[in-house]
């Protein structure tokens, strides 16, 4: 009943910008902690950068060119992500923890969305 939708993947260039977006819908209550993680080919999935109420948490390699913000009132997480380098090319999760209507606490994940960052 609960599910996120990622969008805004793609290749780009180096030194290039692309803004990743994930959307929750469905039976709702509340969203507490909302996140980004990546996982490039052959490797383990690694955070990026989680935002809840008011706070904020990056990857140190990714401070300074990489920003997470939400829209509460869509249910949508955000990744700014500036400056790019071909070893930010993996594809792209979002997550959040999520009560839904029947106050059932879940932590729930997005499909995925690939970003590939080459000249």
């Known amino acids: 009943q609960v599910q996120l939708v990622e969008s805004g993947g793609g290749l780009v260039q180096p030194g290039g910008s692309l803004r990743l977006s994930c959307a929750a819908s469905?039976?709702?209550?509340?969203?507490?902690?909302m996140g980004w993680y990546r996982q490039a080919p052959g490797l383990q999935r690694e955070l990026v950068a989680t935002i809840s109420d008011g706070s904020t948490n990056y990857a140190d390699s990714l401070k300074g060119r990489f920003t997470i913000s939400r829209d509460n009132a869509k249910n949508t997480v955000y990744l700014q992500m500036n400056s790019l380098k071909p070893e930010d090319t993996a594809v792209y999760y979002c997550n959040a923890g999520i009560y839904d209507t029947e106050l059932r606490w879940a932590v729930y994940w997005g499909q995925g969305t690939q970003v590939t960052v080459s000249s």
């Open positions: 469905g039976s709702i209550l509340r969203i507490n902690d």
